[in-house]
């Protein structure tokens, strides 16, 4: 059965960092993009980050550009959200999702595997 399980979530300061996982299993995640996505309370669900399988490339929604980063680790078939310079409007649910395709992109129709999100809550 093919999971996606995120962690890491938290309560922090503006200003500060927090580190989210996702742990893949049941589906071979070399052939998998994974992707970050956000949703606040009373607002569509919008794409964060993504990181694809092909040739490793990786994307940024502009409202995140040089504060996160992913990553991944094949070999814990875990992908991380490196987030700094957390801001109070980054409260949100994190969820982490997987592409079949392995693209990658910001599109959260194109992820076929869902988590249950992991809670992120910047206090100003």
């Known amino acids: 059965e093919a999971q996606v399980v995120e962690s890491g979530g938290g309560l922090v300061q503006a200003g500060g960092s927090l580190r989210l996982s996702c742990e893949v299993s049941g589906f071979p995640f070399d052939d998998y993009a994974i992707g970050w996505f956000r949703q606040a309370p009373g607002k569509e669900r919008e794409g964060v980050s993504g990181?694809?399988?092909?040739?490793?490339?990786?994307y940024y929604a502009d409202s995140v550009k040089g504060r996160f980063t992913i990553s991944s680790d094949m070999a814990k078939n875990t992908v991380y959200l490196q987030m700094n310079s957390l801001k109070p409007e980054d409260t949100a649910v994190y969820y982490c999702a997987g592409d079949s395709a392995g693209l990658g992109g910001l599109a959260s129709r194109e992820y076929d595997y869902w988590g249950q999100g992991t809670q992120v809550t910047v206090s100003s």
């Open positions: 990181i694809s399988t092909v040739g490793g490339a990786t």
